[in-house]
């Protein structure tokens, strides 16, 4: 596609269940990124994927986050048991040649715990 | 320790004036590359422009200009003329050859460009 997509661009979840963030990198973009903004906050990195590989886990916040990546093209981030303190907007970026190459960012998706 | 500062949280101009970004970063690579990006209202980063340590020249692109110090570890941004369209949050971000895989944000700056 012309840009990275992601999907939903907004969830309102209760806490306890599990969520999936849905991100669509730029065609032929072989990194792709997570990212999570919290209100006033800037970007907290989360993981890394290099093809379908994730040499990079170090951000994922606990063991209820997790994420992958397949065919090198569409990555699905999941939150399992959904605390209060995930509502964030989650962003995901691609970019050509790894990580010396500015990233294209998508719109993001708004998750809200309640 | 945070290896991007951005000190300003918020800044307020009126339409026409000058306005500077601060960005002070820290790494121990000597190579090394800078980013800025802007978040306007719609959430959306946009990519504004990319430095390599060895390439200390500043750099204009119409009403942006962008101040590399490397002996104060900086990466200052200047929007000249300012413009309501400016308003948005600008981040800074540092991303480094050893590490590599990821940037490193600032905190942001919230620009508001009152008309």
């Known amino acids: 596609g012309a840009g990275v997509s992601q999907s939903p661009s907004n969830k309102v979840t209760e806490k306890g269940k599990d969520v999936e963030l849905r991100c669509d990198p730029i065609?032929?973009?072989?990194?792709l990124y997570w990212y999570r903004q919290s209100l006033g906050q800037g970007l907290e990195f989360l993981i890394y994927?290099?093809?379908?590989?994730?040499?990079?886990k170090s951000g994922l916040p606990s063991d209820r986050f997790s994420a992958e990546r397949t065919g090198g093209s569409v990555s699905t981030l999941t939150i399992q048991r959904t605390q209060q303190e995930d509502s964030a907007v989650y962003l995901c970026?691609?970019?050509?040649?790894?990580?010396?190459?500015?990233?294209?960012f998508g719109s993001g998706t708004r998750l809200t715990v309640v | 320790a945070q290896k991007v500062t951005q000190a300003q949280t918020e800044i307020s101009v009126v339409e026409k004036e000058d306005v500077t970004l601060d960005c002070v970063y820290e790494t121990r690579d000597t190579t090394y590359y800078l980013f800025w990006y802007k978040q306007p209202p719609s959430g959306e980063l946009v990519f504004l422009i990319r430095?390599?340590?060895?390439?200390?020249q500043n750099e204009i692109s119409g009403r942006y200009s962008w101040n590399f110090q490397k002996s104060t570890s900086s990466f200052n941004f200047t929007i000249t003329a300012s413009q309501v369209v400016d308003s948005a949050v600008y981040f800074c971000?540092?991303?480094?050859?050893?590490?590599?895989?990821?940037?490193?944000f600032g905190t942001g700056t919230s620009l508001t460009v009152i008309p």
């Open positions: 970026a691609s970019s050509l040649a790894g990580p010396r190459i500015a990233y294209t």
């Open positions: 065609s032929g973009h072989t990194a």
């Open positions: 971000a540092l991303s480094e050859a050893s590490t590599g895989n990821q940037f490193y």
């Open positions: 994927f290099q093809g379908n590989s994730a040499p990079d």
């Open positions: 430095r390599n340590s060895f390439d200390e």
